[in-house]
Nanobody
Framework: EARFLESGGGSVRTGGSLKLSCSTF????????MAWFRQTPGKEREGVAA????????YYADSVKDRFIISKENAKYTVSLQMNSLKPEDTATYYC???????????????????WGQGTQVTVSS
């Protein structure tokens, strides 16, 4: 079981920036994979970025490469997602997720993540 604390969503204009933060409180030890996914109504959940807390990654979706940065923070099992040069197509609900799978070579599929945060809304207007 895991609990999440997500923050940082909001509304910005095209070209603006937002930073999301996610802390997970989970009964485990060692490295875990923490990721951000996003979803809009009627579409499948899309992997955005992922990183292993003990080393490994980061991995990015092509659509956000060179604009988004996922980072491990000093607090244990805490990651942030710095989103720059935001576009209207980045509008979505962003979810923090945790996977117990070790050694994934990329972000992975939603089915590979066992725990999910409640989501935070990001809206980018033109």
């Amino acid at each position: 079981e895991a609990r999440f604390l997500e923050s940082g969503g909001g509304s910005v204009r095209t070209g603006g920036s937002l930073k999301l933060s996610c802390s997970t409180f989970i009964n485990t030890r060692g490295s875990i994979c923490m990721a951000w996914f996003r979803q809009t109504p009627g579409k499948e959940r899309e992997g955005v970025a992922a990183i292993y807390t003990g080393g490994g990654g980061p991995y990015y979706a092509d659509s956000v490469k060179d604009r988004f940065i996922i980072s491990k923070e000093n607090a244990k099992y805490t990651v942030s997602l710095q989103m720059n040069s935001l576009k209207p197509e980045d509008t979505a609900t962003y979810y923090c997720a945790v996977s117990p799978i070790r050694g994934m070579p990329n972000i992975g599929r939603p089915s590979e993540y066992a725990y999910w945060g409640q989501g935070t809304q990001v809206t980018v207007s033109s």
